[in-house]
C-alpha cells in the first residue's frame, strides 16, 4: 500500500526485502539511555535590548513614546545583526528594509512634524528620529531635557495659521478593534483644546478618526486618556496629535495599545508561542543582563526610567521587566529561568573588546555592579519578589502592590551569561555559592545554574575545572548552564556529572541555556549562491536548510535521553530570524525553525532505541531514530533527510514482538533548502498529518523520504 503527498512516498511492508535502493534498520528493544527524554528539552530564549525581540511582541504601537535620546546600536549589535557591508565589516548597512529578515517590526518610526512624511530613515549612529520641521507644517518640535517620564519630553510650537502637529507613522489597525491611546500634557495658555487623529498612512485629507480632548492645567503635566474603535480599515495608519495655530505643547510618555492583548503582549505572539510549545523561557538576557538591574523594570510603567541597552546599544524601554516576562511563559504554559546579573568589580568600567583588542568602547560606568556582597542580596531580594506569597517579605508585598496577588514561581535561575568577561573560574564558582546560599534561604525550591563554558582571557576553560569549581560550590549548584553541541563534548560532560553524583551524592542535570544551532550553514550558502556574493548566517537564519539542522541537532540531544534536562534556542522571536517566529505589525508566523520545533516538541518520542549495528551523530544529513513513547506504548520513527535526493528507509520491527493497528504520519517538507516562510507565505515550509487505523504492522514499515525533509511517523 503507497501513499503519495508533497514529495514524498510512505510505504507499508510486510515481507519487502532490502535492496541497494534501500537502507535497512533493525530497531531493538533496547533502550539507549536510562531516563526518558525531558519533556523541557525544547525550550526557548528570550533578550532584551537585542534583535527587537520584544518590542514587537509587546502591544506597544509607539517608537520611542517618551522622546528619549537614541543610543546607537553597538557594534558588536551590527556584526551579529549581519549588517556588514563586507567581510571586514569596515562599513555597515544603514537601510534594513533591503535585508532578507526584515519586517515591519524592525520599523523605527520617527516622531515628525506635521503634516509631512516620516521616513524610512537611515539606521546609523547619528539616527535621532526625529524631524522636526517639515516645509508642510506650521509646527515646529523642540525635544528638551525633563518631564515626567525617561529624560526629555517633546515641545511643540504652532506659529502658523493652520492646525499642525506631531506625528508617527507606522500603526496597523485591524477593523472592529478598539486602541486605548494616553499621554501626559502640559499647555503653557490653558485651557486648550488639541485632537487625536490617526490618518491611513500617507494621506492627510480625511481621518480615521478626529477626537477632541481639553487640557486645563499648565502648572504641570496631566494625564489625560482616550479610546477610540476602528471601524472599517485595515491597514497602516498615522497617529497625529493636532495643534491649533498660536499654541504651544509639552508632551511626554504617550502610549498607543490594543485594548484586546493578553496582560500586554500582542496575542498574535501568545499563539505563536503555545505553538512551538517551549518547555523553559529564560530571560532577560544573554548579555543583556549582565548590566541589568531588575528593580528598573518593575512596578506602573509610566515611573519606569527609558534606558540604553548598555550591551547592545539601541533604546530599552523598560516597559518589559519581570513580571511582563513571567506572564508571557504563563500563557506559553512554559517554565522559567531567570538569569542574574552577578556582580564583579570589573563591571564598574567596562568596554567591550574583540579578542584582537578591535572593538566598540562601550563608556558605561556600573559602580552599583561591583561587589558580590551587595548583588547577592539584591538577588535575594528579586527571588522574594518573585516566589514569595504576600506578607512574608516586604518584597513580596511590593510584587503584590504592583498587581500581581500570586507568587510567579520561577524555579530556575541562571548565575549570569558569559561570565568569563570578568571571572576566572574559582573566582565564578565563589561568588555562585555566595549569591545561591542567600537565595536559597529566601525559596529552598529555586534551582541554581552553573556557568561551564568559555574561559577568561589567559586561563583555562572553565569546562575544565568543572571538578574544582563543584568542589567550591557544587553543593549549592542544580544544573549546567553550559553552551556545547550535542557530540562527544557533551558525552564527556555528563560523564563527568555522572561521576560527580556518584561521589557526592548529588545530582546535577546538563542545560545548555543558549543553542545556536548554526553549525555548517554557510557552507551550504556559499557552494550554492552562482553569484558569489558574501552570504551570512542571518541569510540562512531564516531558511527550511536551517530549520533541519535545528531538527537533527535535538535528534541528537534527544539521544542522551533526560540527562539533558532544557536546551534553549536562541532566540523566541524576531532577531533578524535567527528565532522561531516573527511578529510583524500586521500578524505573526512561526519560522521555519519555529516548524520543526512545533513538530519536535509534540513528539511522543521518549526512550530512544538501539539500531542493530547503526551510529549516527548531529552532523549527517542523512539519519533515522526509533524510539518508545513514555508508556511504551507506542513507537516513534524518524527520517532525517537534508540531502538533494529521496531515501528509503525500511524499519525491521520483529525484535520488538508487537503488533501496531495504527499509524499516524507528519511530514516536514519544502520545495527546496532555501524555502522559508514569510507574512505573505507563512507556510512556505509545508507540514502534512496522515492518520490510518485498522493496520497490522508487525513486520516492517517502509519510509520514503524526499528531498530535504523529515518524516516522523507514530505507530500505536
Request: glycine share 8%; aromatic share 14%.
Amino acid at each position: 500500500m503507497e501513499l503519495k503527498n508533497a514529495g514524498f512516498i510512505l510505504s507499508l511492508s510486510f515481507s519487502i526485502a532490502c535492496t541497494q535502493h534501500t537502507d535497512c534498520f533493525k530497531v531493538t528493544p533496547e533502550i539507549m539511555v536510562e531516563k526518558p527524554i525531558s519533556p523541557l528539552l525544547y525550550s526557548n530564549f528570550i533578550e532584551l535590548g537585542y534583535g527587537i525581540q520584544v518590542e514587537p511582541m509587546w502591544g506597544e504601537m509607539l517608537f520611542n513614546r517618551s522622546f528619549e535620546p537614541f543610543s546607537p546600536y553597538k557594534e558588536i549589535n551590527k556584526v551579529w545583526f549581519d549588517l556588514c557591508k563586507n567581510k571586514a565589516c569596515s562599513e555597515f548597512i544603514t537601510d534594513w528594509t533591503g535585508e532578507d529578515w526584515y519586517h515591519s517590526g524592525y520599523e523605527h518610526n520617527a516622531w515628525f512634524a506635521a503634516p509631512g512624511f516620516g521616513g524610512p530613515l537611515p539606521i546609523d549612529d547619528s539616527s535621532t528620529f526625529f524631524i522636526n520641521e517639515n516645509l508642510q507644517s506650521p509646527v515646529k518640535l523642540e525635544q528638551r531635557k525633563g518631564g515626567i517620564h525617561g529624560e526629555q519630553y517633546l515641545f511643540a510650537k504652532n506659529s502658523g495659521e493652520d492646525w499642525g502637529g506631531i506625528a508617527q507613522e507606522g500603526k496597523f489597525l485591524n477593523a472592529n478593534n478598539t486602541y486605548l491611546f494616553s499621554g501626559h500634557f502640559k499647555a503653557l495658555k490653558a485651557p486648550l483644546k488639541i485632537e487625536i487623529r490617526v490618518y491611513p498612512e500617507g494621506k492627510w485629507e480625511d481621518p480615521l478618526h478626529q477626537i477632541p480632548i481639553l487640557i486645563n492645567t499648565k502648572a504641570e503635566f496631566e494625564k489625560l486618556e482616550i479610546r477610540f474603535t476602528n471601524h472599517d480599515y485595515t491597514g497602516m495608519a498615522t497617529l497625529a496629535i493636532w495643534i491649533p495655530p498660536g499654541s504651544e505643547l509639552n508632551i511626554d510618555a504617550l502610549s498607543l495599545m490594543p485594548a484586546h492583548t493578553i496582560r500586554g503582549w500582542r496575542p498574535e505572539a501568545i499563539a505563536c508561542a503555545n505553538r512551538v510549545n517551549p518547555g523553559v523561557i529564560r530571560f532577560p538576557g544573554g548579555c543583556f543582563a549582565s548590566f541589568y538591574n531588575w528593580r528598573d523594570g518593575i512596578g506602573p510603567h509610566d515611573t519606569r526610567k527609558p534606558q540604553p541597552s548598555y550591551f547592545w546599544g539601541g533604546l530599552n524601554y523598560n516597559d518589559v521587566g519581570v513580571a511582563e516576562l513571567v506572564q508571557f511563559a504563563k500563557a506559553a504554559n512554559a517554565q522559567m529561568m531567570y538569569c542574574l546579573n552577578v556582580f564583579h568589580p570589573l563591571k564598574e568600567e567596562w568596554d567591550h573588546r574583540w579578542d584582537d583588542g578591535t572593538g566598540t568602547k562601550m563608556g558605561f560606568e556600573f559602580p552599583e555592579f561591583t561587589d558580590v556582597e551587595v548583588g547577592a542580596r539584591e538577588a535575594a531580594n528579586l527571588v522574594a519578589y518573585c516566589n514569595l506569597p504576600a506578607g512574608t517579605h516586604p518584597m513580596a508585598d511590593l510584587r503584590v502592590s504592583h498587581g500581581y496577588p500570586e507568587p510567579f514561581g520561577i524555579v530556575y535561575w541562571e548565575m549570569d551569561n558569559e561570565v568569563h568577561r570578568w571571572f576566572s573560574h574559582d573566582e565564578y564558582a565563589r561568588a555562585v555559592n555566595v549569591y545561591a546560599r542567600v537565595m536559597k534561604n529566601v525559596d529552598p525550591a529555586i534551582k541554581v545554574g552553573l556557568v561551564t563554558y568559555g574561559s577568561r582571557k589567559g586561563g583555562p576553560r572553565y569546562s575544565e575545572k568543572l571538578e574544582e569549581m563543584l568542589e567550591i560550590c557544587g553543593n549549592q549548584v542544580d544544573f549546567l548552564a553550559d553552551r556545547r553541541g550535542a557530540g562527544p563534548g557533551l558525552d564527556n560532560m555528563l560523564q563527568r556529572l555522572r561521576d560527580y553524583e556518584n561521589t557526592s551524592g548529588r545530582y546535577i542535570a546538563y542545560c545548555n541555556t543558549e543553542k545556536l544551532f548554526y553549525d555548517g550553514q554557510l557552507n551550504y550558502a556559499d557552494n550554492t549562491q552562482d553569484s558569489g556574493e558574501w552570504v551570512n548566517r542571518s541569510y540562512m537564519f531564516s531558511k527550511w536548510y536551517f530549520g533541519m539542522n535545528v531538527i537533527k541537532t535535538f535528534m541528537a540531544f534527544q539521544r542522551r535521553g533526560g540527562d539533558v534536562l532544557f536546551v534553549n534556542f536562541n532566540n523566541l522571536a524576531n532577531t533578524h530570524n535567527q528565532c522561531v517566529f516573527n511578529t510583524p505589525k500586521e500578524g505573526a508566523y512561526l519560522s521555519a525553525s519555529g516548524v520543526a520545533l512545533e513538530s519536535l516538541s509534540r513528539s511522543p518520542a521518549a526512550w530512544p532505541l538501539i539500531i542493530q549495528d547503526y551510529e549516527t551523530d548531529e552532523t549527517d544529513n542523512y539519519q533515522v531514530q526509533a524510539a518508545w513513547s513514555r508508556d511504551k506504548q507506542a513507537l516513534v520513527l524518524y527520517v532525517f533527510n537534508r540531502t538533494e535526493l529521496s531515501r528509503k528507509a525500511e524499519f525491521d520491527l520483529t525484535l520488538l514482538k508487537k503488533t501496531f493497528s495504527s499509524k499516524e504520519t507528519i511530514i516536514l517538507s519544502a520545495d527546496g533548502p532555501l524555502e522559508m516562510n514569510t507574512l505573505d507565505n507563512p507556510d512556505a515550509i509545508v507540514k502534512n498529518s496522515i492518520s490510518q487505523a485498522g493496520q497490522k504492522i508487525n513486520k516492517s514499515l517502509q519510509v520514503e523520504a524526499g528531498p530535504y525533509s523529515f518524516v516522523q511517523v507514530i505507530l500505536k
